[in-house]
């Protein structure tokens, strides 16, 4: 039986693949195009979290569509909300209906002859295998591993008479009212399930090995408020999103270039929200430089509302072993919990784990660069999106999509059925993929492709240059080749 073709296959159905729909429906709209969605559901990393106070770490005028602008007040909006938003967007433009759920992707293969990709798919309500054929793949599964999060080894772990718990799968059975709950961790989700379980547990305390650069911002952004009440509503969308974007842009490029100034700001900022005399220099003043790794974010500082009550504290140290009763650390001193959670991190998993095959040979994605941040040294017709690590994900997956829109019909006009980037420069330099000193992103650098050292091959993280590149720069250059292979008499 010959496979269902299509013009365009988009490998998730999350925050990037309803965006990449909206494109290829709006900028290509002759395209047959399908979103494959691994889960029951749309939503992605929104439906996938579960624990309590799970939000935004960016702000929803940035982490919005510009499509389709949040018109919220909150700029920092909890989980529910922001699935919402997918939600009632995927309607809005009839994209759900062209998502296949439970079609969970396990291997892509490309063969130039035909100019086309051949998809392999596990149903994962049935374990029905089946095949779809495309011209043009699509890739927007993010990059954390779904199915398991990062926990160390921890000693002991089998004498803890409590429950442990990792916020990647937390348990809707859970019931922390009036427990004692020790927060493995100093990251986002440590930051956002401290102030969120203080107000019903008996105490909460965050263990940390070493601090995390902490800041506060408003929930509600009152400037937004007001460009709302003078302006019409697409010009104060856009105002705001890019007076949001020009300041994560410059918190950033002054974190990097006068790091000791944004921590005297930071310090000033946390002697305010904290106890006097509280020991700032050994639970929030970290070894590293503000944005070597991302900025956690408190909204309207609730985290630190949490300890300045008594609700909520702060250990640092690190683990000895687990015990029936809760931790011994390092320092000899013991934790009682009743729960624990091993907000510890996560994994990562590329392309969710597809395997990718080309004329045959697996690509050996590690071993390649990336072009433009989107797309893969030497694999023709496939893209990417893969968002910001400075700033919110959707500002590049917005420009991933509406470029591979401007590729294809680049390609149609010209007749032309194939493109691949090729690098002719064997000896450039190569880089991490990804600077950036988080423990997740640590871990798994072998696996992840690399990048140049000069463009197209170097990785951008900046909006406005990219904009430029991507928006509106040529999608023709010396490094992607454009073909016209005959088809075979199979395809």
Request: some cysteine.
């Amino acid at each position: 039986m010959t496979p269902e073709h299509l013009d365009v296959l988009i490998i998730g159905a999350g925050l990037s693949g309803i965006g990449a729909a909206y494109h290829l429906q709006h900028g290509c709209p002759g395209k047959r195009f399908a979103l494959l969605e691994g889960r029951a559901d749309l939503g992605g990393t929104w439906d996938l979290f579960r624990y309590p106070g799970v939000r935004s770490d960016s702000d929803m005028h940035t982490l919005g569509y510009s499509f389709r602008p949040w018109a919220e007040a909150r700029a920092i909006a909890d989980g529910p909300s922001i699935l919402k938003y997918l939600r009632d967007t995927a309607v809005a433009y009839g994209i759900d209906r062209k998502i296949r759920f439970h079609h969970r992707v396990v291997a892509a293969r490309y063969a130039t002859a035909d100019a086309r990709w051949t998809v392999d798919i596990v149903r994962g309500d049935t374990g029905e295998a089946s095949q779809l054929t495309c011209d043009f793949l699509l890739g927007c599964t993010g990059y954390y591993r779904y199915d398991e999060g990062y926990t160390p080894q921890f000693a002991g772990t089998e004498r803890f008479a409590g429950r442990i718990v990792h916020p990647q799968h937390w348990p809707a059975d859970l019931d922390y009212a009036g427990k004692r709950i020790v927060v493995i961790g100093s990251g986002a989700t440590a930051v956002t399930l401290v102030p969120a379980m203080a107000g019903t547990a008996s105490h909460v305390t965050m263990l940390q090995r070493s601090p995390t650069w902490i800041s506060s911002l408003p929930t509600d952004d009152r400037i937004a408020g007001s460009l709302r009440r003078w302006l019409p509503e697409a010009a104060a969308a856009a105002a705001v999103r890019w007076k949001n974007i020009l300041f994560q842009l410059g918190i950033y490029q002054t974190s990097r270039r006068r790091p000791h100034l944004i921590k005297r700001v930071l310090r000033k900022a946390l002697e305010r929200q904290l106890p006097a005399g509280y020991d700032i220099d050994r639970h929030f003043t970290p070894r590293y430089d503000p944005w070597d790794q991302r900025l956690c974010l408190a909204p309207d500082g609730d985290f630190f509302k949490a300890i300045r009550r008594g609700h909520a504290s702060v250990v640092t140290d690190e683990i000895e072993s687990f015990t029936e009763t809760g931790l011994r650390l390092k320092s000899g001193d013991e934790l009682a919990a009743d729960i624990i959670v091993t907000a510890t991190g996560l994994n990562l998993l590329l392309f969710g784990g597809i395997r990718v095959f080309v004329d045959g040979a697996e690509v050996p994605v590690s071993a390649r660069k990336t072009y433009k941040g989107l797309m893969l040294e030497g694999v023709p017709n496939f893209a990417f999106a893969l968002g910001y690590t400075n700033a919110s994900w959707t500002l590049k997956a917005d420009l991933t999509g509406a470029y591979v829109c401007r590729l294809l019909k680049h390609m149609e006009a010209r007749g032309h059925r194939q493109c691949v980037p090729v690098n002719d420069d064997a000896n450039m330099a190569e880089r991490p993929l990804l600077d950036f000193g988080a423990g997740y992103v640590l871990r798994s650098l072998a696996m992840l492709p690399k990048q140049g050292a000069h463009a197209p091959w170097r990785l951008r993280m900046n909006y406005p240059s990219d904009l430029l590149a991507l928006r509106l720069g040529p999608v023709t250059d010396r490094a992607m080749r454009f073909s016209s292979p005959e088809p075979s008499a199979r395809a």
